[in-house]
C-alpha cells in the first residue's frame, strides 16, 4: 500500500518533530553515556598505552556523542550529523572506547530514516556512513607501507563489518518509517469508510422514512378524499328540512380538499419522477405474490396461516407487508441457508407475524443489517410503531434469527 505524503505527513510520526521531549528519549543516552564511561575505565585500565585516569576531554566527547541521541525524534537529521561529526573526532583522538559510539550511530541512522521526512535525509545518512568508513579506508591505505598485512586485512574486515553494520540501522529506519505510515494510511482509511458507513446509514434510514412518508401520504390523502366526497354526496342528498348542515358537510368537503393539497405540497417536492408510480399499494392480499417471487429468487420460503382473516387499518396492513418483505429479503442475503418460514396468525386482538430463517454463524448474529444502522429494522420499527404495533429482532437460541411483529386490528364503526 503506497502512502499519500500529504494525508501520511498529517498522520504519522513525522509530528513526533512537534511533540515535547518524552522521559523515554532520555534513558537510550543516558545508558549508552554511563556504559560508555564505564567501558572507557576499563578499557584504560586495560590497556598498557593508555593512562590509568580517565581525561576530562574523553569524558565531554563521549557526551556530544551520545547525549544529543535525546533529541533523535525531533531533529533526526541535525542530531545524526552531531552524531557523526563528533564520533570522528572520537576516532581521532583515540578515545578508547568504540561500542557505545558505534551504537550510538547506529540509533542516530535509524532515527533519521524513521522520523526524518526531509528530503536530503537519504544524502546526509550516506554521509554518515561513507565520510567514517572512507577515513578509515584512507588511514589504511596512506599507512600500507608501514602496517603488516594481518593489521591491513582486520582493517578491511572492520570496516566492512561495521559498513553492514551501520547500513542494517538505515533498513531498519526504513522499514520503520513504512511501516508507521501504513499504519497511518490504513488508520486513515478505516476511519473515511466509519464516516461513509456512517453516511450511507442515514441517507438509507431517510429514504426509508421518506417512503414510508409517501406511503402514509397516499393512505391518508385516499381516505381524506373520500370523505370530501362522502360530505359532497350528503350535502346534494338533504332533504329540504336538513339544510341547516349543509354548510357544516361543505366545510368538511373543502377541508378535506385543503388538506389533500396541503400533504401533496408537503410529501410532493420530497418524490423524483421514479419514485411515482400507479400501482397499488402491497398488502397481505398479495404476500402470495411476495412469497412466489422470492421462491424464483432462489430463497426456500414456507407460509403458515392460522386463524380467520380480519380486517387491518391500511396503514397497519401495508406495514405488515412491508415486514415480512423486509425479513425475507434479508433472510436471502444473509442467511447461512436460503430457506425460511412465515407465519400469519389471526389472533383475537392482534395479528402476529413471525418470520425464522437460519442464523449465519459466521456474520455473528445472521442477518447484519437487522441489527446494524442500515434502513431494514428501522424502518420495520417506525412503519409498526406508526401503525400502533410492536416488532422485536434478533437471533434465537435454537439458530435462528427471528422477525416477530403484532399488529392491532381495524377498529369496527
Given at each position: 500500500?503506497?502512502?499519500?505524503?500529504?494525508?501520511?505527513?498529517?498522520?504519522?510520526?513525522?509530528?513526533?518533530?512537534?511533540?515535547?521531549?518524552r522521559?523515554?528519549d532520555?534513558?537510550?543516552?543516558?545508558?549508552?553515556?554511563?556504559?560508555?564511561?564505564?567501558a572507557?575505565?576499563v578499557?584504560?585500565?586495560?590497556?598498557?598505552?593508555?593512562?590509568?585516569?580517565?581525561?576530562?576531554?574523553?569524558?565531554?566527547?563521549?557526551?556530544?556523542?551520545i547525549?544529543?541521541?535525546?533529541?533523535?525524534?525531533?531533529?533526526?537529521?541535525?542530531?545524526?550529523?552531531?552524531?557523526?561529526?563528533?564520533?570522528?573526532?572520537?576516532?581521532?583522538?583515540e578515545v578508547?572506547?568504540?561500542?557505545?559510539?558505534?551504537?550510538?550511530?547506529?540509533?542516530?541512522?535509524?532515527?533519521?530514516?524513521?522520523?526524518?521526512?526531509?528530503?536530503?535525509?537519504?544524502?546526509?545518512?550516506?554521509?554518515?556512513?561513507?565520510?567514517p568508513?572512507?577515513?578509515?579506508?584512507?588511514?589504511?591505505?596512506?599507512s600500507?607501507?608501514?602496517?603488516?598485512?594481518?593489521?591491513?586485512?582486520?582493517?578491511?574486515?572492520?570496516?566492512v563489518?561495521?559498513?553492514?553494520?551501520?547500513v542494517?540501522?538505515?533498513l531498519?529506519?526504513?522499514?520503520?518509517?513504512k511501516?508507521?505510515?501504513?499504519?497511518?494510511?490504513?488508520?486513515?482509511?478505516?476511519?473515511?469508510?466509519?464516516?461513509q458507513?456512517?453516511?450511507?446509514?442515514?441517507?438509507?434510514?431517510a429514504?426509508?422514512?421518506?417512503?414510508?412518508?409517501?406511503?402514509?401520504?397516499?393512505?391518508?390523502?385516499?381516505?381524506v378524499?373520500?370523505m370530501?366526497?362522502?360530505?359532497?354526496?350528503?350535502?346534494?342528498s338533504?332533504?329540504?328540512e336538513?339544510?341547516?348542515?349543509?354548510?357544516?358537510?361543505?366545510?368538511?368537503?373543502?377541508?378535506?380538499?385543503?388538506?389533500?393539497?396541503?400533504?401533496?405540497?408537503?410529501?410532493?417536492?420530497?418524490?423524483?419522477?421514479?419514485?411515482?408510480?400507479?400501482?397499488p399499494?402491497?398488502?397481505?392480499?398479495?404476500?402470495?405474490?411476495?412469497?412466489?417471487?422470492?421462491?424464483?429468487?432462489?430463497?426456500?420460503?414456507?407460509?403458515?396461516?392460522?386463524?380467520?382473516?380480519?380486517?387491518?387499518?391500511?396503514?397497519?396492513?401495508?406495514?405488515?407487508?412491508?415486514?415480512i418483505?423486509?425479513?425475507?429479503?434479508?433472510?436471502?442475503?444473509h442467511?447461512?441457508?436460503p430457506?425460511?418460514?412465515?407465519?400469519?396468525?389471526?389472533?383475537?386482538?392482534?395479528?402476529?407475524?413471525?418470520?425464522?430463517?437460519?442464523l449465519?454463524?459466521r456474520s455473528g448474529?445472521?442477518?447484519?443489517?437487522?441489527?446494524?444502522?442500515g434502513?431494514?429494522?428501522?424502518?420495520?420499527?417506525?412503519?409498526v410503531?406508526?401503525?400502533?404495533g410492536?416488532?422485536?429482532a434478533?437471533?434465537?437460541?435454537?439458530?435462528?434469527?427471528?422477525?416477530?411483529?403484532?399488529?392491532?386490528?381495524?377498529?369496527?364503526?
Amino acid at each position: 500500500m503506497r502512502c499519500i505524503p500529504n494525508r501520511c505527513h498529517n498522520l504519522s510520526v513525522v509530528s513526533a518533530e512537534r511533540q515535547p521531549l518524552r522521559f523515554s528519549d532520555l534513558l537510550p543516552p543516558a545508558f549508552l553515556f554511563a556504559f560508555g564511561w564505564m567501558a572507557e575505565i576499563v578499557n584504560r585500565s586495560a590497556l598498557p598505552e593508555f593512562a590509568d585516569e580517565v581525561p576530562a576531554s574523553d569524558v565531554a566527547l563521549l557526551a556530544v556523542t551520545i547525549l544529543p541521541l535525546a533529541f533523535r525524534r525531533r531533529f533526526p537529521l541535525t542530531v545524526l550529523s552531531i552524531v557523526t561529526a563528533a564520533f570522528l573526532v572520537t576516532r581521532f583522538a583515540e578515545v578508547p572506547e568504540f561500542t557505545s559510539t558505534s551504537l550510538t550511530l547506529f540509533i542516530a541512522l535509524f532515527a533519521a530514516g524513521a522520523y526524518s521526512r526531509h528530503r536530503m535525509r537519504d544524502w546526509v545518512r550516506g554521509a554518515a556512513i561513507g565520510v567514517p568508513m572512507g577515513t578509515v579506508i584512507w588511514g589504511v591505505a596512506t599507512s600500507q607501507p608501514d602496517l603488516p598485512d594481518n593489521i591491513a586485512l582486520y582493517s578491511v574486515f572492520s570496516v566492512v563489518i561495521n559498513s553492514a553494520f551501520f547500513v542494517a540501522g538505515w533498513l531498519m529506519g526504513d522499514l520503520w518509517r513504512k511501516r508507521t505510515e501504513d499504519q497511518a494510511e490504513l488508520a486513515r482509511r478505516a476511519e473515511m469508510l466509519e464516516r461513509q458507513a456512517d453516511q450511507l446509514a442515514e441517507q438509507a434510514v431517510a429514504s426509508e422514512r421518506l417512503r414510508i412518508a409517501q406511503e402514509l401520504h397516499d393512505v391518508v390523502a385516499h381516505h381524506v378524499s373520500v370523505m370530501g366526497v362522502q360530505a359532497a354526496a350528503a350535502r346534494r342528498s338533504l332533504p329540504p328540512e336538513a339544510q341547516a348542515v349543509a354548510p357544516l358537510l361543505e366545510s368538511i368537503e373543502e377541508g378535506g380538499r385543503r388538506a389533500v393539497a396541503e400533504m401533496g405540497r408537503l410529501v410532493g417536492f420530497l418524490r423524483s419522477s421514479e419514485d411515482r408510480s400507479t400501482d397499488p399499494q402491497p398488502t397481505l392480499e398479495r404476500v402470495d405474490e411476495l412469497v412466489e417471487s422470492m421462491r424464483a429468487s432462489g430463497l426456500g420460503v414456507e407460509l403458515h396461516r392460522v386463524g380467520r382473516p380480519r380486517r387491518l387499518d391500511t396503514a397497519a396492513d401495508l406495514a405488515a407487508y412491508r415486514v415480512i418483505q423486509e425479513a425475507l429479503t434479508n433472510a436471502l442475503k444473509h442467511g447461512s441457508r436460503p430457506e425460511a418460514v412465515v407465519e400469519i396468525t389471526y389472533l383475537v386482538d392482534e395479528l402476529s407475524i413471525r418470520v425464522r430463517n437460519p442464523l449465519d454463524v459466521r456474520s455473528g448474529n445472521g442477518n447484519g443489517r437487522f441489527a446494524g444502522n442500515g434502513r431494514g429494522l428501522v424502518g420495520m420499527r417506525e412503519r409498526v410503531s406508526l401503525s400502533g404495533g410492536r416488532i422485536e429482532a434478533g437471533p434465537r437460541g435454537d439458530g435462528y434469527f427471528e422477525v416477530s411483529a403484532t399488529l392491532p386490528y381495524e377498529e369496527a364503526e
